[in-house]
């Protein structure tokens, strides 16, 4: 398993980010826990960041967005996001399970898009991970996966 907070972190300002975080090793994620997480993703759209693409898989969630400006007018970061996705979504699915613990592996991993013909790659890999991973025949079986082109600009 990659340690993700070893890695340094890079967000360029008005680039899209693809990010991508870990369940712990022990815990698949049922379709109630995927519900919750892209409930509280698609919260924070238009809020914290204009999303692309997400898709939450049974062990790991992908996301591509460009971050907004909060109220102080600085860019919101990748970690102050990604910490408030996984820390609402972790509470909420420890609730249910009436336990305490980690749902999310430490860190995350980031890759910032350097242009159009790049954020096509990368929409077309999380979109198409459902049916690599052998979960669907069709991308549009998959109900966790949200696209702006196809769900629209407004939060749910």
Not at 72 to 93: H, L
Not at 145 to 156: F, H, K, P, S, Y
């Amino acid at each position: 398993m990659t340690d993700f907070k070893r890695i340094y972190h890079l967000q360029v300002e008005g680039k899209p980010s693809f990010i991508t975080f870990n369940t712990v090793t022990a815990l698949t994620l049922t379709n109630e826990y995927k519900d919750i997480i892209l409930k509280h993703i698609l919260f924070e759209n238009g809020r914290r960041f204009n999303l692309f693409v997400a898709i939450v898989m049974p062990d790991h969630v992908h996301m591509i967005y460009t971050a907004l400006n909060g109220e102080s007018g600085i860019v919101y970061s990748d970690s102050v996001i990604v910490k408030s996705i996984k820390g609402i979504s972790a509470r909420e699915i420890n609730l249910m399970l009436k336990r305490e613990g980690h749902v999310w592996q430490k860190g995350y991993f980031d890759h910032y898009i350097r242009d159009e013909e790049e954020l096509i790659q990368k929409v077309s890999y999380v979109v198409n991970n459902p049916m690599e991973e052998g979960l669907v025949k069709k991308v549009d079986d998959y109900p966790w996966l949200w696209r702006r082109w196809e769900e629209g600009e407004q939060n749910e």
